[in-house]
Every structure is written in C-alpha cells, then in structure tokens.
C-alpha cells in the first residue's frame, strides 16, 4: 500500500525547508526532473581523434519507456549534432576509416547491427539475427564485423498424448512452456531465465552480407576482438558448470571458421582484454583463486598460452568506475594499449572518484592523466592515444562528453546539454569529511545540506548507505539526493568498510562480516554529523538498496537510534539469498576459501550466514520501516523482504511494504520512469510522516 502523502507546504513546514522563492530564480530539484535529464554515455572516439559518437538516452513521458539516439561531437568543440532518432539505438562503432559507425538498434524486437554512412544517408540494417545482434566490432581491414548473436534453445512439445485424446494439438499448446534447470546460473536480472539461451561470436561482411556463425560451444561465448592481422579472433567464456560463476577462460578461433583453441591458464578465472598491436601477446586481467573483494591484475601472454607476465599485481587497483548514482547510463569503463604497447590507459576506482591512469606495462606504476576528483564513467583513445574520449560527472553536473589531449594535458568539455536544467536547479553542494571508527580506520563521508539551509536551524538527517558492497560514493550527480536535500534534509552518505576506492584490505574487511564493521563505522559517521549546528539528533533516518537495504535492516536490529527506515531490495537472509540470487554462487560473499574470511560455504557455514542475517535479529527491530522492492528482482529475489515484512507483521512492529510490478534490481537507475518518479515520491513522503 502506498503510504500517504504530505502536501508540500506541510512538508515545508515540518523539515523547515524554505519556499522556493527563497533560492531566487532557481527552483528545487523535483523527482519529476527525470524527464528533463540527458543520459549521457558511451563517449566513442573516432581513430583519427577528430570526432566523438556518444549516446543520449531520456525518460520519455507519454510512452513511460527510454528513448536513445546516437550523436557526434567534433573534438575541437566546434560542433555537436544529432546523429540518429531511433527509438533505442547505442553501442557506436567506427569503421577503421571514420567514414561509418555502426551500431545496435532496438526496435520492436531483439536489436539488430545498423551502419551510418557519415558523409550522407539514411541507417541501413546490417543483420536479421532471430535474436538479435550487439557488441560490433570492425576488423582492421574495415571489410568485416564481429558482433554477439544469441541462440534460443527450441521449446520442447508438450508432454501430452493428443491421439489418446482424439484431437491434433492446438497449435497455443503444442510446445510446452515447462521450464527445465540444468545449469547452477539459469537466470540474470534484467533478462529473465537464461538456461536456454547461448551468446555466439559471428562475423558479418560490412556491407551486411555473409553472416556466419563462427563458435557454438554450450557455454556460450562473447566480447570478440579481432587480431591485428585479422585472420583470428580472440573471445571470452564462462564455463556453465562453474558454480561460483567467475572462472571465465580465454579462447581463439579462426576469423574464417575451424576448431576453437583454449588460451591456457593456470589462474582461477582470466578475462581477455585486447591483443597488443604487434599481435605476438595478449593483455589480460585474472585472479587466482575464488575471493570476493578481488581487485583483478592485468597481464599478457602469447597467443599459445606461453610466456606470461603480470604488469600490475593483483589486489593493486580497481580497474572501472566503482562509484554509483542514479543518473548513470552504461558506462563502459575503458582499457587500451598505446600503440607502442607499452603503456595502458585506463579508468580506475579511487577514493570518492574515478580517474584515468596510464600504466606502464614494464614497472607497474601508474600516472593519472585525467583527474579532478569527479566521476570518469568510461572513455576510448584515438588511434595514435593522443587523445581520449570520456564521459565525466560530479555532483552538480550531470553527464557530458570531454577530450582531452595527452601533448598538451588539457581536457575540454564537447556537450552541455544537461546545462540548461542544472543552470535552473537549486542543487545542493556536498561538503566531504572523515572520521576515525575507532577500530584504526578512517571513514570517508559526505554532507549533502539544504541548499537553501538557514544559519542556526537544525533539519532531519537521513543516512543512506551504498550498495554492493564493493561499490563506493563519491563525487557524482544523485538525483535521489538531491530530492532529498530540496525537500529539507541533510543527506548524509559514507563509504564504509566494504567499499571499493581505499585498497583491498578495506574493500575485503567485510568478508565474514558483513554487518559489524559496517554497523561501528555508520555508527562512527552518525555519532560526529549529530554534533553539526544543523543536524537534528532527535530526526535521523536510515535508508539503503541492495547491500544498502541489507545494512539499514542490520542497523536497526541493533539500534533504536533512527526514527523510521527504507530497505530497498534488500537482503534480510544471507542463506537464502546465496542459493536464490541469479548469481546462485555458493560462496558469493566469502573470501578465499580456508581463509579467515571465509565462512565455510552456504551449506557448511550456514551458522555463519544464518548470525549474519538481519531477520535472525528482527525481534530487536522496533524503528518503523518501509520496505520496497521489485516483483522481477533476481539478484536480491523479493521473498528476501517478504520475510522481514512477514516476521515483522507477527512481531506486530510497524512496517509497510511497496511492491513494483515488473520491476529489477535496477529500479532506481533504469526502471520505468514513472515507477521512478513514484519512488521518490513515497520515500519522501515516507520520511515526512516520521519527522515529528
């Protein structure tokens, strides 16, 4: 049931929020926003460095659906244009002449490969795969594609013996729709069950014709990357009996068809990441052995498997963006070789941000080339390197596409089109702090005020923390936030043992542990925020998704401290959500087995996981709660709330649940815009009925 809503001026008076007319001629920011924001991602730069494709995607309002298009911005700044206006079209690809890009569209059915002549001309469809095609990747030649096509496994006819029954079958129920589970991981959220279904690396001519299937194995493969010759292709596969899920293994075939031949490895899991450009190694990323807090390192080998050398150490850095938000599209991180083979440049997790390093492949070491604090969500190199592609944020800018140039060590922002919409907003700017949890260890955090805060009046604190847990907050644009903080309070969120940024014996201090050391340092974060002049101590709340929603439910089972809380698809059973999540991996939470922070495996530990769980603790819960999740969540399945809300009811403690129809995991980043809308609606709602 959807809790009742506070007319505004209610709510104003209550968080003692000022009128808009306070904040002059900009206005609060509204959940109702998310119409008006520009996704921008997917920053693709063209090999002579001169132009950039990139995506926009927009919550479109009277289809209540997402609508992306490609556009192209010139690298001197000179020019941005729109490129396409299909319904969903993403994934941009430069021929190796710049003159085409070729990209996924998705239309009213599985997307297909388009190409787009630059100098003139309409799209014109590349592929008729039955289930569609994603992923192109040119040859260096120019003169085929690589691209991913998955197969469907055929529904098998209905165990019915029609004869007996003296009828044909009808041809509604001539296959049956029984499903069979054969495999340890048969679904992914977002895409349902996917038992029966097999990605394939295929090749296609690049004027569309002659596709051809190159692999078929029942593992399925994907991520194809041509060799500099192009005579094989270097490819990705996650074998389906590994049950932990993360023990993928390199592979090579023929670009014409044959024999596929397995890259041998003695590593845990290994994941190739490009050829060098001499086409005698292979970069790539492993880790040795099953450990959840894993930091990846990055080697080569030759193409026969021998010769291996490891550049950057495992457990060093967190390659990728780590930093969450809302307002994030499909970031693709980054990763590439200069052309000497000698350096590789990539985006890494640091400490509240993201930014782009240069590795030497010969010492290890790293130089930040793009820094600054903020949010680098993924970014391309030109063909020489001298210049990079990125798409950048922080928490008043909303995502745009940068370039900058290596010779000079200068950045320059190409699109402003979230401009006009921040330029309106009265946004709230975060203040970062620290502070000792007294266990020798020091949590970083942020303040998010009122941005029309008034000198000496305290406002409700809500402390929301992150998902993961190997993920972190930073310097990024949160929309939810900065609902928040329009509509009066002080939002305060930190990166706690778990987190991903400060190394890995921080990210890995929650393995076998995953509530304490959260729980001491929120605890340490709360305990300093309630000093500040315009924190209100008698007003705190506390919310969280995912892991987030598994940590507000363990703070409240061990504190009365909050006056009400939200848990977001949450986890309220460790065991349960081990064997049921779509990762289905026994020791998905653990690190490495015969370890200290190894809790024995879901069956043997499961005293372990059972202890770790909130719902072993829900008697303590007295705090009113709001639980929300989505009814098509595979990845924290929606019995993990029924039965905090179920044991909760028995209790006779206050709760309310919300469900959302047809909703995942990813409800707050990418589900339906009005579900979206309505969420933060009834969270804040949810927060103002609690506040006196």
């Given at each position: 049931?959807?809790?009742?809503?506070?007319?505004?001026?209610?709510?104003?008076?209550?968080?003692?929020?000022?009128?808009?007319?306070?904040?002059?001629?900009?206005?609060?920011?509204?959940?109702?926003?998310?119409?008006?924001?520009?996704?921008?991602?997917?920053?693709?730069?063209?090999?002579?460095?001169?132009?950039?494709?990139?995506?926009?995607?927009?919550?479109?309002?009277?289809?209540?659906?997402?609508?992306?298009?490609?556009?192209?911005?010139?690298?001197?700044?000179?020019?941005?244009?729109?490129?396409?206006?299909?319904?969903?079209?993403?994934?941009?690809?430069?021929?190796?002449?710049?003159?085409?890009?070729?990209?996924?569209?998705?239309?009213?059915?599985?997307?297909?490969?388009?190409?787009?002549?630059?100098?003139?001309?309409?799209?014109?469809?590349?592929?008729?795969?039955?289930?569609?095609?994603?992923?192109?990747?040119f040859s260096h030649d120019g003169k085929r594609i690589a691209f991913?096509?998955?197969?469907?496994?055929?529904?098998?006819?209905?165990?019915?013996?029609?004869?007996?029954?003296?009828?044909?079958?009808?041809?509604?129920?001539?296959?049956?729709?029984?499903?069979?589970?054969?495999?340890?991981?048969?679904?992914?959220?977002?895409?349902?069950?996917?038992?029966?279904?097999?990605?394939?690396?295929?090749?296609?001519?690049?004027?569309?014709?002659?596709?051809?299937?190159?692999?078929?194995?029942?593992?399925?493969?994907?991520?194809?990357?041509?060799?500099?010759?192009?005579?094989?292709?270097?490819y990705s596969v996650t074998p389906l009996a590994s049950v932990e899920?993360?023990?993928?293994?390199?592979?090579?075939?023929?670009?014409?068809?044959?024999?596929?031949?397995?890259?041998?490895?003695?590593?845990?899991?290994?994941?190739?990441?490009?050829?060098?450009?001499?086409?005698?190694?292979?970069?790539?990323?492993?880790?040795?052995?099953?450990?959840?807090?894993?930091?990846?390192?990055?080697?080569?080998?030759?193409?026969?498997?021998?010769?291996?050398?490891?550049?950057?150490?495992?457990?060093?850095?967190?390659?990728?963006?780590?930093?969450?938000?809302?307002?994030?599209?499909?970031?693709?991180?980054?990763?590439?070789?200069?052309?000497?083979?000698?350096?590789?440049?990539?985006?890494?997790?640091?400490?509240?941000?993201?930014?782009?390093?240069?590795?030497?492949?010969?010492?290890?070491?790293?130089?930040?080339?793009?820094?600054?604090?903020?949010?680098?969500?993924?970014?391309?190199?030109?063909?020489?390197?001298?210049?990079?592609?990125?798409?950048?944020?922080?928490?008043?800018?909303?995502?745009?596409?940068?370039?900058?140039?290596?010779?000079?060590?200068?950045?320059?922002?190409?699109?402003?089109?979230?401009?006009?919409?921040?330029?309106?907003?009265?946004?709230?700017?975060?203040?970062?702090?620290?502070?000792?949890?007294?266990?020798?260890?020091?949590?970083?955090?942020?303040?998010?005020?009122?941005?029309?805060?008034?000198?000496?009046?305290?406002?409700?604190?809500?402390?929301?923390?992150?998902?993961?847990?190997?993920?972190?907050?930073?310097?990024?644009?949160?929309?939810?936030?900065?609902?928040?903080?329009?509509?009066?309070?002080?939002?305060?969120?930190?990166?706690?043992?778990?987190?991903?940024?400060?190394?890995?014996?921080?990210?890995?201090?929650?393995?076998?542990?995953?509530?304490?050391?959260?729980?001491?340092?929120?605890?340490?974060?709360?305990?300093?925020?309630?000093?500040?002049?315009?924190?209100?101590?008698?007003?705190?709340?506390?919310?969280?998704?995912?892991?987030?929603?598994?940590?507000?439910?363990?703070?409240?089972?061990?504190?009365?401290?909050?006056?009400?809380?939200?848990?977001?698809?949450?986890?309220?059973?460790?065991?349960?959500?081990?064997?049921?999540?779509?990762?289905?991996?026994?020791?998905?939470?653990?690190?490495?087995?015969?370890?200290?922070?190894?809790?024995?495996?879901?069956?043997?530990?499961?005293?372990?996981?059972?202890?770790?769980?909130?719902?072993?603790?829900?008697?303590?819960?007295?705090?009113?709660?709001?639980?929300?999740?989505?009814?098509?969540?595979?990845?924290?399945?929606?019995?993990?709330?029924?039965?905090?809300?179920?044991?909760?009811?028995?209790?006779?403690?206050?709760?309310?649940?919300?469900?959302?129809?047809?909703?995942?995991?990813?409800?707050?980043?990418?589900?339906?815009?009005?579900?979206?809308?309505?969420?933060?609606?009834?969270?804040?709602?949810?927060?103002?009925?609690?506040?006196?």
């Amino acid at each position: 049931m959807r809790p009742l809503h506070v007319f505004p001026l209610v709510a104003a008076l209550l968080t003692g929020a000022l009128p808009a007319s306070a904040a002059g001629s900009k206005r609060p920011v509204a959940a109702e926003d998310l119409f008006k924001i520009a996704f921008v991602s997917s920053a693709t730069i063209s090999h002579d460095g001169k132009r950039v494709a990139f995506v926009v995607q927009r919550a479109d309002m009277k289809s209540d659906t997402y609508k992306a298009g490609l556009w192209l911005a010139d690298s001197d700044g000179s020019r941005v244009v729109q490129l396409t206006r299909g319904e969903n079209d993403a994934e941009p690809a430069w021929s190796p002449d710049d003159r085409t890009i070729v990209f996924t569209r998705a239309h009213e059915g599985p997307g297909q490969l388009y190409a787009i002549d630059l100098t003139g001309g309409e799209a014109r469809r590349l592929t008729h795969q039955e289930h569609g095609a994603s992923g192109a990747v040119f040859s260096h030649d120019g003169k085929r594609i690589a691209f991913t096509s998955t197969a469907v496994d055929p529904a098998p006819l209905a165990n019915v013996d029609w004869k007996a029954l003296g009828i044909a079958p009808p041809a509604k129920y001539k296959h049956s729709d029984i499903r069979t589970l054969p495999w340890p991981r048969y679904q992914l959220n977002g895409a349902g069950f996917i038992y029966d279904k097999t990605p394939h690396i295929w090749t296609i001519d690049a004027d569309g014709r002659n596709a051809k299937q190159l692999t078929s194995s029942r593992d399925g493969e994907t991520t194809p990357f041509w060799s500099p010759d192009d005579k094989q292709i270097l490819y990705s596969v996650t074998p389906l009996a590994s049950v932990e899920g993360d023990q993928g293994e390199m592979w090579l075939i023929s670009s014409s068809g044959g024999t596929p031949a397995k890259i041998a490895s003695s590593h845990y899991g290994v994941n190739p990441q490009q050829w060098f450009h001499d086409g005698k190694r292979i970069l790539f990323a492993y880790a040795s052995r099953h450990d959840a807090s894993s930091l990846p390192a990055v080697a080569s080998v030759n193409a026969d498997g021998g010769g291996e050398r490891t550049h950057v150490a495992e457990n060093t850095v967190l390659f990728g963006d780590g930093v969450i938000n809302d307002t994030k599209e499909n970031g693709n991180g980054c990763g590439e070789l200069t052309p000497d083979d000698a350096t590789l440049i990539a985006d890494v997790s640091i400490s509240g941000a993201t930014e782009i390093d240069a590795f030497s492949l010969a010492s290890g070491k790293a130089t930040t080339l793009i820094g600054g604090g903020r949010e680098i969500m993924d970014c391309s190199l030109s063909r020489d390197a001298r210049t990079i592609a990125y798409t950048a944020l922080d928490a008043t800018h909303l995502p745009e596409i940068n370039v900058f140039d290596r010779t000079t060590g200068q950045s320059r922002g190409l699109t402003h089109l979230n401009d006009t919409l921040t330029d309106s907003l009265a946004l709230a700017v975060p203040e970062q702090h620290a502070v000792s949890n007294g266990q020798g260890g020091t949590v970083a955090y942020w303040v998010l005020k009122p941005p029309n805060a008034v000198a000496g009046k305290r406002y409700p604190v809500i402390l929301d923390i992150h998902g993961g847990p190997h993920t972190e907050f930073g310097n990024s644009f949160f929309h939810e936030f900065q609902v928040l903080a329009a509509r009066g309070y002080v939002v305060v969120y930190a990166n706690p043992r778990g987190s991903v940024g400060y190394g890995y014996d921080w990210s890995a201090a929650l393995d076998g542990n995953w509530g304490d050391a959260m729980f001491a340092d929120e605890t340490a974060v709360m305990d300093e925020v309630v000093k500040r002049a315009d924190a209100d101590p008698a007003r705190t709340f506390v919310s969280g998704g995912s892991y987030g929603g598994y940590a507000t439910l363990w703070m409240i089972s061990h504190t009365n401290r909050f006056k009400a809380a939200l848990a977001e698809r949450a986890v309220s059973d460790l065991f349960t959500e081990t064997l049921s999540a779509d990762f289905a991996a026994p020791r998905g939470f653990e690190g490495p087995p015969g370890t200290p922070r190894s809790w024995g495996g879901a069956l043997q530990g499961y005293p372990t996981y059972w202890q770790q769980s909130p719902l072993a603790h829900v008697a303590a819960v007295h705090t009113p709660l709001l639980l929300l999740h989505g009814d098509n969540d595979t990845r924290t399945p929606i019995a993990e709330t029924l039965q905090e809300y179920e044991a909760l009811k028995i209790l006779n403690r206050p709760v309310e649940l919300v469900e959302f129809p047809r909703e995942t995991h990813d409800l707050s980043r990418t589900g339906e815009p009005i579900h979206r809308v309505e969420r933060l609606h009834i969270i804040t709602d949810w927060f103002n009925r609690h506040l006196r």
